[in-house]
């Protein structure tokens, strides 16, 4: 699923004021510090699709030259959307999709993040809860 002309926010239980830029750990880059490089970097030059694939490929480093045929696999199986990314749900980014799809990335305190917010023409869908909402008694 990808999304056009769409604002993720950031999730509603992330408690984040400030963007986070997520880093490797253990010197090995983590699915929300490849997510960031690859959004940041290059900002409305890759859809949901391309970032997911990519990310794959970087964090169980993989190199093939059946890059169709891996992606065919990869994609075999549903996956879940960027609303479920560690980047909305813990480190305070938001995510744009534009009216091709292609994404770029907006920190939660930014004069940006706050114009896509408040655009009546830009749908906006809330990043996925980290934890299950309590029940009241």
Known sequence: MSYQNTFIT???DSGV???IVPVPRNNKPTIASIEYDLMED????YTEAD????TYLIKNQVDSDKLDELREQ???KSKACFRASPLVKKYGWGIHYDHEGKIAIYGVN???Y???LHNDQIQKRKGMRSQRKSKSS
Do not use: L, M, N
């Not at 290059?42 to 030059?45: D, I, S």
């Open 42 to 45: 290059h900002p409305y030059e």
């Open 74 to 76: 990869f994609f075999a």
């Open 17 to 19: 004021t400030e963007p």
């Open 51 to 54: 970032v997911q694939f990519k």
């Open 114 to 116: 706050q114009r896509f």
């Open 10 to 12: 950031i999730s509603e």
């Open 110 to 112: 930014s004069a940006e």
